[in-house]
């Protein structure tokens, strides 16, 4: 492989000094970009378009093209292993992601097959190693999977939900057989992320979109209990460089202390936690990364600036910040209010640095 | 009025002694009823069923008919302000609440009346005044109403949001026009709910559903600042009691200590926080209600009283708290199970008060 030419994403996950804060965007492969559209017009569907090396890695490189991001992450999706399993995944429009077949019962979960990642999600580790190649080393490339917990609420409700009704139904009234649930799929991901980093990707990132939905006790049984069964599991070093695993839980900002203990090496924030309190929390465990609101960006360019300034500000001297967004950039994003954001975050860095 | 029989509601709000801790539940007069459905589907609609006192009654009172709830909540519905400025609330089956006329720009916020209580929401001031009657002073009366920013989603994004597009749009590039509608709001409501004291009502909850999408710097500037402003504009004795006021933020939980000097008597917290956390973060300054997922509900009769008798350990002993769940009521809910909490709450908290 290719010598890594820009590395403060990997650095500043590890702590490691950076001369100005990395910044990427969740989502930044996606709908608000045009050319993003142009593509996916030309694959037919969103997941003619995660299955088809070529187009994964055309999708992932645009906002590359258009932005100084120093990370890319792989055009996936988070339930590619629940389709692996069988579940057969597919977008309504307007609905988002659905499942062919449901999950309700122990028998069901039985069931359940432990894919194997080359067989049977090869399609994702071709993608992985076109963009590696394509890449060249100029960015490092994030390889993700979503949490157990995060895809046992999409195979057990069908979809997405509001209120949770069937998986908390299961967890309050027949927890053993949602864990076997959720210890299935934690060996699952393992599996999954670990090829992904033999296929070439130099992160890992842990999507927990819904553990926010759970209190604090269900939380840590039932969500970050299987994302620490997964930092255990991984592989931590490749090509001779350690593998940084980040944790992003959505709405998780009430439980930063326990997850800093999980096994990550960094922790996803999104804009509802202050991160200058976040980094007193959790202290020298784990890096942080985010989190300004995906909202600001319809703001004036002034006053995007002003919330990159505020939250470098909040963050303070020293590495161990990933700017990002608090969650994925909106479809109805401007890319060029995008671009004043990346650029800000180059721009006013630089002092925290020395 | 007739003498109020338990005031335990009133007196834990206060943090005054009482026998055990009262409970009631967010939505308690709803679908998971069916006297609720059989009553509603006399009324034809939602919004017939509120703007009509009689059956408004009746289903406020159906609940206390099944369960020793503490308090009686107002039926009705947090969006009545906005439709009483003229806005056409409606409701669409699976969609929520929406808006015939929404709210978009400067002219538009100028041009919304702030509404006379009795002239525009008199069917209000009708139930509250018919409910009083029939509850014959057995429990107190809660009135409500949405909070300035919660309103303020629904009239510019036109009804239910995920991402707050509009608003947020409005709040990061013209906050001015923003500010102006929340105030115009404040004052609406600071009318309203003081109608609704003087027409009955005897602690009063402002219903922030969305302040939670907010980041800490936005949640200050542009929610709770409101809430403040509505707090210190309302009648706070009648009938020779204190009124007490409740505020909740869903996913507020992180900014409980700026709450805690707002003005309000309690603060409602949803289950993502810890209650015992949460009491010494707000110390003596307000009483707590909540904060059970509702989803419990679906567990065993077991698992329902091994939650209950985790939240009333972890507010410990003396008054101050108020049982509740951390949002409505499911409309799956069945409602033996919700028995079974009510009591639950009853015989297992008598030990926290000497």
Redesign the interface.
Known sequence: MSELKNDRFLRALLKEPVDVTPVWMMRQAGRYLPEYRATRARAGDFMGLCGNPELACEVTLQPLERFALDAAILFSDILTVPDAMGLGLYFETGEGPRFKKIIRSEADVDSLPIPDPQADLGYVMDAVKTIRRELNGRVPLIGFSGSPWTLATYMIEGGSSK???HI??M???EPATLHKLLDKLADSVILYLNEQIRSGAQAVQIFDTWG???????YQEFSLKYMKKIAAGLIRESEGRKVPVIMFTK?G??WLESMAEAGADALGLD????IGDARLRVGDKVSLQGNM????L???PA?IREEVA?ILEGYGSGSGHVMNLGHGI?Q?ADPERAKVFVEAVHELSGQYHH
């Open positions: 209120d949770f009704r908390k139904g967890m309050y009234s926010g939905a759970l209190s604090g006790p269900m709405n900002g009430q804009w509802t936690t202050d609101d995906p909202s600001v319809y703001g004036t006053r505020r909106h109805f």
